[in-house]
Nanobody
Framework: QVQLVESGGGLVQPGGSLRLSCVAS????????MAWYRQAPGKQRELVAT???????NYADSVKGRFTISRDNAKNTVYLQMKSLKPEDTAIYYC?????????WGQGTQVTVSS
């Protein structure tokens, strides 16, 4: 059983930046896909960004050009660099890892964008 632990959330002003980290308790080198999701109050969880084992990335339209997902297999860590943050980015951000047929989730980290 792999555990994922997110960190790096917090309160930031509009236009600011944050970097989220997701550390796995075991190796992620054989994970097919790592992803970040988010869930805002009263809304469904939505996919923010994905990165495949080969390094290919994909982003939700709402974050393209502002967010960057990356992975460091040697550190068993996935990152989400967030820039030009907007109030609508406020949500709990969750890390997800998929190693077929299993899917693992972290507990989430709160990101609040407000002046």
């Amino acid at each position: 059983q792999v555990q994922l632990v997110e960190s790096g959330g917090g309160l930031v002003q509009p236009g600011g930046s944050l970097r989220l980290s997701c550390v796995a308790s075991g190796s992620i080198s054989d994970f097919n896909l790592m992803a970040w999701y988010r869930q805002a109050p009263g809304k469904q969880r939505e996919l923010v960004a994905t990165i495949l084992s080969g390094g290919s990335t994909n982003y939700a339209d709402s974050v393209k050009g502002r967010f960057t997902i990356s992975r460091d297999n040697a550190k068993n860590t996935v990152y989400l660099q967030m820039k030009s943050l907007k109030p609508e980015d406020t949500a709990i951000y969750y890390c997800n890892g998929r190693r077929i047929p299993s899917s693992y989730w972290g507990q989430g980290t709160q990101v609040t964008v407000s002046s």
